[in-house]
């Protein structure tokens, strides 16, 4: 698990999360801001009521000069007027300690002793004498500022650490006398840490089924997440060394969710590919089985060229090498234009192309007496656009056009015709391209789109075909999202008047 960058990320952005927890729940300095502002709130209110409480019962008086009685004052710090947990101390004008509620009390002050320690444990350390005096000073002298400048007769609040090293809440309030400052009376109260400890306390348990939870979730999202991913990387390198042809991890692929997306998408396409390449060599083993059959013949001529002895057969002899050398530089610009194919197609952005025009251009090319006429037949007036690339359209026409005067005779026509097709919804724009030849078997309708497949009529010129223009044709139309067929034309008697192949394009 923690081998995966992925899982260690997620792992990361989990425990940071709960970093942010941990240091939220430990800093608690508002919490504990607010906690000593009630604290001091409270403190200043008992310590006013006990103030007063001294002047109304008599323990301050005005002769002959306004004092404070430090018997009758300490009996007031001996009754309840001080809750348990805190610590009242009287101070007379001049400073002086004259009462101590951990003094005058009858409670006994009571503290947890230190765990047992176990056998042949050392010693605790004892304190450094130095230390303790100086933190005893440190407090007393922070306890002396507080109670003077309390006698100028300005309560004073605040935190301070008492003799012992604990932080205190301590609240010093003037003693008066009718207008006349006579004392101060200091309260304090050590419990504001123990609260705060123990609501850290209280939250350790939430913040470690916070780690537990982000564990789980992390250990979740790599079993779920993060392993699928490593196993389609794994199957992907496989295809890569050509150890398999195609990802297929059906556990996978079964998912619901984006894991099972990309799986099946990563399958999809890996077997795209596979279909790409057993197509690869399936037409390299036809380019190499085509481009043998000139070339035989032409070796065979040569061959016999230095034999013959009459002009007539050497003649017949050159008519061939002729033929076979003009069939093998078809064939070879054919096969060229047929494996560059895909690439054009990929190189080139679809845009939005002028059907009626381009069919207008590319008849216009056959504008000649050498062969079949070629007539183009507009069923509307309206523009047909379609979404693809002008070159590759032009040759899909000039293809099935090439094809048609092939098979047509001389003084035949074919018809190429531009409609609309209103009851196709996904296909509307209709190309038909009609010859006057003798038609195609019906068991050949679909083979003829087949590469390097040729059935030419009796008495057809051989090799003047490559059998290659019906199929790229059709990888043309059906990249831009159309359909090419073939059917044959008939009379009403039912007799082969010749063939017709059927475009169909989306429109814009």
Do not use: C
């Amino acid at each position: 698990m923690f081998g995966s960058g992925l899982a260690r990320l997620i792992l990361a952005l989990n425990l940071i999360t709960l970093a942010v927890l941990l240091i939220g729940m430990f800093g608690l300095n508002e919490w504990r801001r607010g906690l000593v502002d009630a604290r001091i709130q409270y403190l200043n209110a008992q310590a006013q009521l006990v103030a007063t409480v001294l002047y109304e019962f008599g323990a301050t008086q005005g002769e002959p000069l306004p004092s404070i009685d430090p018997i009758e004052s300490a009996q007031f710090l001996r009754a309840d007027l001080i809750p348990v947990g805190q610590r009242a101390r009287l101070y007379d004008i001049d400073g002086f300690l004259i009462a101590d509620s951990y003094l005058v009390s009858d409670a006994v002050e009571v503290e947890a002793l230190p765990p047992a320690r176990g056998a042949g444990a050392p010693p605790p350390l004892e304190p450094n004498p130095e230390q303790a005096e100086t933190r005893l000073t440190a407090a007393r002298n922070a306890l002396a500022a507080e109670v003077e400048a309390a006698l100028t007769g300005a309560p004073q609040a605040g935190v301070r650490v008492n003799e012992v090293g604990a932080q205190v809440v301590s609240v010093s309030v003037p003693i008066r006398h009718v207008a006349t400052v006579v004392g101060v009376l200091t309260l304090e109260a050590d419990d504001f840490s123990e609260i705060v400890t123990a609501q850290r306390r209280a939250l350790i348990p939430f913040a470690l089924a916070a780690f537990a939870v982000s564990l789980l979730t992390a250990g979740l999202l790599y079993f779920w997440v993060v392993r699928p991913l490593l196993r389609l990387a794994r199957a992907a390198d496989l295809v890569r060394l050509q150890r398999a042809r195609a990802i297929s991890l059906p556990d996978l692929e079964d998912r619901k969710d984006e894991i099972g997306d990309l799986a099946r998408a990563l399958e999809t396409m890996t077997a795209a590919l596979n279909d790409r390449m057993v197509a690869i060599e399936r037409f390299a083993a036809d380019v190499s089985h085509e481009i043998k059959n000139p070339l035989t013949s032409i070796r065979s001529a040569v061959e016999t060229l230095g034999l013959v002895k009459s002009d007539k057969d050497r003649k017949r002899l050159l008519d061939v090498l002729e033929r076979d050398v003009w069939r093998a530089d078809r064939l070879i610009t054919d096969i060229s234009n047929a494996s560059r194919l895909d690439a054009e197609l990929a190189r080139d952005a679809p845009r939005p192309v002028a059907l009626d025009r381009l069919l207008v251009d590319v008849v216009s090319i056959y504008d000649d007496d050498r062969g079949a006429r070629v007539v183009l037949d507009r069923i509307d007036d309206q523009p047909v656009r379609v979404i693809g690339r002008e070159g590759p359209f032009g040759q899909v026409f000039r293809n099935l056009i090439d094809n048609a005067r092939s098979f047509s005779p001389v003084n035949g026509t074919v018809q190429i015709s531009l409609a609309h097709d209103a009851t196709d919804d996904e296909r509307p724009i209709v190309i038909t391209v009609d010859d006057d030849g003798p038609g195609i078997p019906d068991e050949n309708l679909e083979t003829v789109f087949r590469r390097f497949y040729t059935s030419r009529p009796k008495g057809a010129a051989f090799g003047s075909n490559s059998g290659l223009g019906l199929s790229i044709a059709r990888q043309i139309v059906e990249a831009h999202g159309g359909t090419l067929v073939a059917e044959n034309r008939r009379n009403p008697n039912g007799e082969v008047r010749g063939a017709r192949f059927i475009v169909r394009f989306p429109q814009v």
